[in-house]
């Protein structure tokens, strides 16, 4: 089975032509990035005029790409939520209106589900069930994926994301937007024991997560150097904030395989680029006698395939939607209803 799927929930515009789940036929992405940079974030509105001026040259190039023609797709895919709800509402109706005119099925897929099948790309003796950890700009969640189409979350963030808290931290050091991957870098050159970092604590659930103290302790950090004249080492501070943000990360997650029982752990979503969080989810995995499976660093961020991908397991399961389906800024990834 062949799906045309396409993502537009934040800056990428992207549609990609996916078989069976498992294989990549084409993958296209445009994206705003370099202009939104200029504003020091995404801008709602320039991400929505940029998908509807790209998504019908991405769909043309994605049926190109993969030698395909319309006639030969068995579906059509696109992110219904959560994201930016213009930026939304642009792939939803492109698809509408060509799941319509070409009489396909129109299949909606939840953002977070496509981040955690890209895996299903990659590594094709991954099957449900196994322990997720997504973290993408948006979310932090640790998620027991029980099927293809079955979520429970078992923790998640109670303020920032973890993506969202490095690109905060990157841009309090002057880096552009999304920090995130230029904070990883200059991490590589620092001491991780340079600064000592609180540990922010969660009352009530030991799988949930809380950045924002951890992101204010940064800032304060900077800013407090930055009046009294000091310069730090802003190799010494990235490691040493990575090595904790990281640290969370991998401890709930550890904590979450042990008491559930998992023995396969999986990565998703676009912090899972992150170095050290590959490494020490290697490690620990290793240690402890579990599989792991990570995106490769292609499939990390934001694309079309890893929509295609959920959508062919969404449509096995009878999750196809009608002509009235609507977009939505949020929605949980464990309780997916469309309107
Ligand atoms: O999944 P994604 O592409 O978009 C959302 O669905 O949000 O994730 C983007 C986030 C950004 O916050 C970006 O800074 C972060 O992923 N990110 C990283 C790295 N690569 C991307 N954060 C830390 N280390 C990285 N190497
Ligand atoms: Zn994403």
Redo the contacts with the bound molecule.
């Keep these: 089975m062949k799906i045309l799927a396409f993502e537009s929930s934040?800056d990428e515009t992207a549609a990609a032509v996916v078989e069976d789940g498992r294989s990549v036929l084409s993958s296209v992405i445009a994206s705003s990035l370099e202009e939104q940079r200029l504003y020091g974030g995404v801008v709602p509105e320039i991400a929505s005029r940029r998908h509807a001026e790209w998504i019908s040259g991405v769909a043309e190039q994605a049926l190109a790409q993969a030698s395909v023609t319309m006639q030969e797709i068995d579906a059509v895919a696109v992110t219904a939520a959560p994201g930016l709800i213009g930026a939304l509402l642009v792939g939803v109706n492109y698809a509408k209106s060509l799941a319509f005119a070409a009489n396909k099925p129109l299949v909606p897929v939840h953002?977070l589900r496509g981040?955690i099948a890209a895996n299903y790309l990659a590594h094709q003796d991954l099957q449900p069930p196994f322990l997720c950890l997504v973290v993408?700009?948006?979310h932090s969640h640790i998620v027991a994926v029980d099927s293809y189409t079955d979520f429970r979350v078992i923790g998640r963030t109670r303020d920032d994301a973890a993506?969202?808290c490095?690109?905060k931290a990157a841009r309090a050091m002057g880096m552009p937007y999304?920090?995130?991957?230029a904070?990883?870098k200059i991490a590589e050159t620092g001491n991780p024991k340079a600064y000592n970092f609180p540990r922010p604590h969660v009352d009530g659930s030991e799988y949930d997560f809380s950045f924002s103290g951890l992101k204010t302790a940064v800032i304060n950090l900077l800013h407090r150097a930055e009046q009294v004249g000091e310069t730090l080492d802003h190799a010494d501070v990235c490691a040493s904030f990575r090595d904790r943000v990281v640290e969370m990360l991998c401890t709930n997650t550890m904590k979450a395989a042990d008491e559930f029982g998992y023995r396969t752990v999986v990565l998703a979503?676009?912090?899972s680029?992150?170095?050290e969080l590959r490494r020490r989810m290697t490690a620990l995995c290793e240690q402890s006698g579990r599989k792991l499976y990570m995106p490769p660093l292609s499939l990390?961020?934001?694309n079309a395939a890893m929509i295609g991908a959920q959508a062919y397991y969404e449509y096995l399961a009878g999750n196809a939607a009608d002509s009235s389906l609507n977009a939505a800024p949020t929605m949980p990834i464990d309780k997916v209803v469309w309107g």
Excluded: R
Excluded at 178 to 181: E, F, H, L, T
């Design positions: 934040c953002h981040h993408s700009g948006g993506g969202e490095f690109d999304p920090g995130g991957v904070l990883d979503g676009g912090v680029a992150n170095a990390c961020g934001d």
